[in-house]
T-cell receptor
Framework: DGGITQSPKYLFRKEGQNVTLSCEQNLNHDAMYWYRQDPGQGLRLIYY???????QKGDIAEGYSVSREKKESFPLTVTSAQKNPTAFYLCASSPGDSNQPQHFGDGTRLSIL | AQTVTQSQPEMSVQEAETVTLSCTYD???????LFWYKQPPSRQMILVIR??????QNATENRFSVNFQKAAKSFSLKISDSQLGDAAMYFCAYRRSNFGNEKLTFGTGTRLTIIP
């Protein structure tokens, strides 16, 4: 079945450590997105990529980095510069040339040890 | 910048009754899409319904329907015959154009509780 796979489901980070969240899709979608979800704040856009080898900052990009070397993959690195990384992270994808909605993965919960 | 406002942090409804969730948005665009997503306790984001701004007819999907008022920039979700499985967070979202690779702007959500 086609879909979006995020791993791991739970992730723990020590202070000063970088961690990378994985997002893979087999839907052949051009665009991919990373959102952060905090209680009472809905989903906020971190980064998005409309095509391979290109990406743009979202509303809260500071302390995060991404790459888009393959169409299927859009990993998110939470760097030590992100001072409050504890949150639920959602990856999404959408076709680039249609009016279809975004599809979401099941999310990764990141916590600080 | 576009903004989406959901003014009801929490709502509750008796099972089998009808409930309406509110959403307003701000944009200067004329072409855009609006969405309602459901997030149950599993935290998976599930598309409930969508509305194209150029369509005057309100979208419906089984027990879910919207009241789209373009001039008022209002996009409410009506759930009829509420069921226990409808309990979830509901997010209203805006997309600037009718191209699939545009980013979404979300509201802060409404937590819906179904009372048996």
């Amino acid at each position: 079945d086609g879909g979006i796979t995020q791993s791991p489901k739970y992730l723990f980070r020590k202070e000063g450590q970088n961690v990378t969240l994985s997002c893979e899709q087999n839907l052949n979608h051009d665009a991919m997105y990373w959102y952060r979800q905090d209680p009472g704040q809905g989903l906020r856009l971190i980064y998005y990529s409309q095509i391979v080898n290109d990406f743009q900052k979202g509303d809260i990009a500071e302390g995060y980095s991404v790459s888009r070397e393959k169409k299927e993959s859009f990993p998110l690195t939470v760097t030590s510069a992100q001072k409050n990384p504890t949150a639920f992270y959602l990856c999404a994808s959408s076709p680039g040339d249609s009016n279809q909605p975004q599809h979401f993965g099941d999310g990764t919960r990141l916590s600080i040890l | 910048a576009q903004t989406v406002t959901q003014s009801q942090p929490e709502m509750s409804v008796q099972e089998a009754e009808t409930v309406t969730l509110s959403c307003t948005y701000d944009t200067s665009e004329s072409d855009y899409y609006l969405f309602w997503y459901k997030q149950p306790p599993s935290r998976q984001m599930i598309l409930v319904i969508r509305q194209e701004a150029y369509k005057q007819q309100n979208a419906t999907e089984n027990r879910f329907s919207v009241n789209f008022q373009k001039a008022a920039k209002s996009f409410s979700l009506k759930i009829s015959d509420s069921q226990l499985g409808d309990a979830a967070m509901y997010f209203c979202a805006y997309r600037r154009s009718n191209f699939g690779n545009e980013k979404l702007t979300f509201g802060t959500g409404t937590r819906l509780t179904i009372i048996p």
